[in-house]
């Protein structure tokens, strides 16, 4: 099992932009899909966006493609969210998570609030 920490979160302004990290335990880093989840009070987990082990594939919600991107740096074991153009509705707890090449995520971080204000 990988262990995952975030960092990264807090309050920000509407139109302002947070860089989320996610460091990730163990020499096998590279062999890990990741993604970034989120949970907003009241609402289920959703899926925000995913990296393949290499990098060179991502994947993105509707919801904030164009104004989030996700990244890897398999050398330093992390994976990171840059978020742009927050909106209110953005605010949420977010969540790291590995998984396998099917992106069959199984190890999760404990979360790093991130909240937009209007």
């Known amino acids: 099992q990988v262990q995952l920490v975030e960092s990264g979160g807090g309050l920000v302004q509407a139109g302002g932009s947070l860089r989320l990290s996610c460091a990730a335990s163990?020499?096998?880093?590279?062999?890990?899909?990741m993604g970034w989840f989120r949970q907003a009070p009241g609402k289920e987990r959703e899926f925000v966006a995913a990296?393949?082990?290499?990098?060179?594939?991502?994947y993105y919600a509707d919801s904030v493609k164009g104004r989030f991107t996700i990244s890897r740096d398999n050398g330093k074991n992390t994976v990171y969210l840059q978020m742009d153009s927050l909106k209110s509705e953005d605010t949420a707890v977010y969540y790291c998570?590995?998984?396998?090449?099917?992106?069959?995520?199984?190890?999760w971080g404990q979360g790093t609030q991130v909240t937009v204000s209007s």
């Open positions: 998570a590995a998984g396998g090449v099917y992106m069959d995520f199984h190890s």
């Open positions: 163990g020499r096998t880093f590279s062999s890990y899909s």
């Open positions: 990296i393949n082990w290499s990098g060179d594939s991502t």
